[in-house]
């Protein structure tokens, strides 16, 4: 009989069943349970009951657990290393003993991403049952789908899927595999790691674009030194471009943005700066449009920055990471205005769309160039299939080779909650979002910083014209801290220099009350440190 004990499913005799058996069946029964107890590693049996103990107490961590611990770990730095054994064991342990240990040394060095009551820091995560399902499966499938003759079915349900979701976000016809032009969608780890093989494909076209002539052609040359080559951001977009500037020997300009532009990059900022660059002789290659930046939410006007990149040959980049999902609402279409002259786009389907990290959609449209950057198939990977030309191979739109098969996950999601769930979701944290502005814009003490946008808020609290920057710093910072101390995560970040605070909305179980919780909270630490810094922040104007 299986009976649940602490969360752990066990194997109970039935003693009353033991007694009626006869002798030889009651010898292969224990035989059995033995069998079970001592199961190896390797065991079906032990796996299906150790499955469905995990799956429950993932369930109770995610429903209540988490909502009994402070949002943000206690931890001590080091704490597990002084804790767990300074050797892996020498004996095989059974689950019960590893659940266990979840529990108790695990969850306590957690920060509560997913369902704490008190996150509102970063963009809220938003990873399902069935994308966790869907990773699991992954995981138990194991195919490595780097060519398509690796797992047909894991380089075909990827198109299909990201086809899909281009749909529901009504992304212009050429970013789908399934559009007569050479575009299509895969998946990579990041958003990160997408930028830097857009900015790859990008980087040699621009090469040999500008490429003197004579200079040598051939994959890998160096036609235009990299260091000549120019990207262009603005003072918003997120870090991992630079990074990617960084890694692939980069120039990369960040150009300033206004609050009397709401944060967003206006195209004749990039005009000019473009036309100073070719004036000195440098070759400019891509531009960075945010859809969503990180801090605000601002949305660029592609369309002014599609002028200037169809003006110089400029491949235009979309870093939809987390504003991408919300062009499933109808209601917001303008704000994706111009994405059909983009090159590439990317969305983190492990923000917003419902699925646990890693999941982030690259669409391009044309894959010719990235597979000329990063093309290269050794003997032992030569097939059939491929050299006919008759199949994708995900290897070449990618850094590394080996690929899991996430689009498992996806494709879970956009089942299990339809086009219709997904974008109940989305509207939801916006709806969240919004009973924190209105909090705000009622609130005497506090002030947005920035018009909402999507499911963030950015606030401050209201300080006299005239205090001197490094003061409001330290006061912005002061209410930070007491909103933390009181339970609450939130982060900060900078808006036109000034310091300011965000609340991000939106997780999948997040409730109204809690959103109204946390305003309490934050309106209550404001109050406390109006009164605390009342006298100082008069002596610092
Ligand atoms: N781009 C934007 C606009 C983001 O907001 C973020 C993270 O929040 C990223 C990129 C980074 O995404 P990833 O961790 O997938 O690289």
Known sequence: MLSVVGGVVEL????????????????GYAAWIRTIRDAPATSSADFVRSGVALLKWLVDYRTSACRRFPVLSQAKPNQLRDTLPTAAPEQPEPFSAIISDM??????????????????????????????????????????????????????????????????LRLPEKFLSSSP?????????????????????????????????????????????????????????????????????????????AAADGFALRGTTLATAVAADVEKGLTPVAVIGTSGTTTSCAFDPLPDLADVCDAHGLWLHVDAAYGGAYACLGELSPRFAGVERAHSFCVNAHKKLLCPFDLACLYVADRTPLLAALSLTPEYLRNAPSEAGAVVDFEHWQLGLGRRFRALKLWFVLRRFGAVGIREHVRRGIALAGRFADGVLASDMLELAAPPSLSLVCFRLRAPEALSAAADDQLQRALLEEVKARGVFIIHSRLGGRLILRFACGGVEQREAEVDAAFAVVAAAARHVRRETADDTVNQT
């Open 103 to 168: 529990t108790t040394k695990i969850v306590p060095g957690l920060t509560h991403w997913e369902n704490s009551a008190a996150f509102f820091a970063y963009f809220k995560p938003h990873s399902s049952f069935p994308a966790v399902l869907g990773e699991l499966v992954c995981a138990g499938l194991n195919v490595m789908g780097f060519d398509w003759i690796a797992s047909p079915a894991c380089t075909e349900l990827e198109v299909v899927t990201l086809d899909w979701l281009g749909r529901l």
């Open 12 to 27: 109970r005799l039935p003693l009353s069943a033991l007694a009626a058996a006869s002798a030889a069946a009651a010898l």
């Open 181 to 257: 032009g050479p575009g299509g969608g895969v998946i990579q780890t990041s958003a990160g790691e997408a930028s830097i093989v857009v900015l790859l494909a990008a980087t040699r076209a621009a090469q040999r674009r500008d490429a003197p002539v004579g200079a040598p052609d051939e994959a890998g040359g160096t036609d235009v030194g990299r260091e000549r080559c120019v990207v262009y951001t603005s003072d918003q977009t997120h870090a991992i471009i630079k990074k990617a500037c960084m890694v692939l020997g980069l120039r990369c300009r960040a150009l300033p943005t």
